[in-house]
């Protein structure tokens, strides 16, 4: 049972245009959200997180937008640059602590110049 | 620094042959975790440790084992290799204060045959 799901394997997006990868989670107990970026032959990068108390974060062209009664994530990436083509994962944790981190599927995002 | 350094690239193993996947950091984190990622399946936790001597399973913890006797090195032992264990692996490390904000190291690419 998949607890966190990227349900879009794929996303293409022309340059300079925004970029919305989207995750869903079913575990109600999760209260801490990760972003991680994977460039090919090479380890995941932290991108962005958000805590459950929050329902926004920014950090440059990245945001992150959390709906907790829809149990739903949102990554966006305004404006795209095709250094950003990459696969995206997002991941949940049930809070500090716990140190077990859940990871989605993933998206590959490619942007298009 | 060298981050969070694996050994080997690359490994092809029998069925039934043992193993070790070397993960070492040379940040002084004391979180350290192993993940497995499959087509389709994004990334798995196998182990983790928060600290020396101190070690936890993950979600897909079967058929592999860990120990944590410095602070540096945290090695994945294959006991006894299946089909089923063909993955990348990847070592990962952070402070424990910030587990969300893991260091991945480059992946080591097992096939078992």
């Known amino acids: 049972d998949q607890q966190v799901k990227q349900n879009s394997p794929s996303l293409s997006v022309q340059e300079g245009r925004i970029s919305i990868l989207n995750c869903d989670y079913t575990n109600s107990m999760f209260d801490y959200f990760l972003w991680y970026k994977k460039y090919p032959a090479e380890g995941p990068t932290f991108l962005i997180s958000i805590s459950s108390i929050k329902d926004k974060n920014e950090d440059g062209r990245f945001t992150v937008f959390l709906n907790k009664s829809a149990k739903h994530l949102s990554l966006h990436i305004v404006p795209s640059q095709p250094g950003d083509s990459a696969v995206y994962f997002c991941?949940?944790?049930?809070?500090?602590?716990?140190?077990?981190?859940?990871f989605g599927t993933g998206t590959r995002l490619k942007v298009l110049a | 620094n060298a981050g969070v350094t694996q050994t080997p690239k690359f490994q092809v193993l029998k069925t039934g042959q043992s193993m070790t996947l070397q993960c070492a950091q040379d940040m002084n984190h004391e979180y350290m975790s192993w993940y497995r990622q499959d087509p389709g399946m994004g990334l798995r936790l196998i182990h983790y440790s928060v600290g020396a001597g101190i070690t936890d399973q993950g979600e897909v913890p079967n058929g592999y084992n860990v120990s944590r006797s410095t602070t540096e090195d945290f090695p994945l032992r294959l006991l006894s290799a299946a089909p089923s264990q063909t993955s990348v692996y990847f070592c990962?490390?952070?402070?424990?204060?910030?587990?969300?904000?893991?260091?991945f190291g480059p992946g080591t690419r097992l096939t078992v045959l």
């Open positions: 990962a490390s952070s402070y424990l204060r910030d587990t969300d904000t893991q260091y």
């Open positions: 991941a949940a944790s049930e809070g500090s602590g716990t140190y077990k981190y859940i």
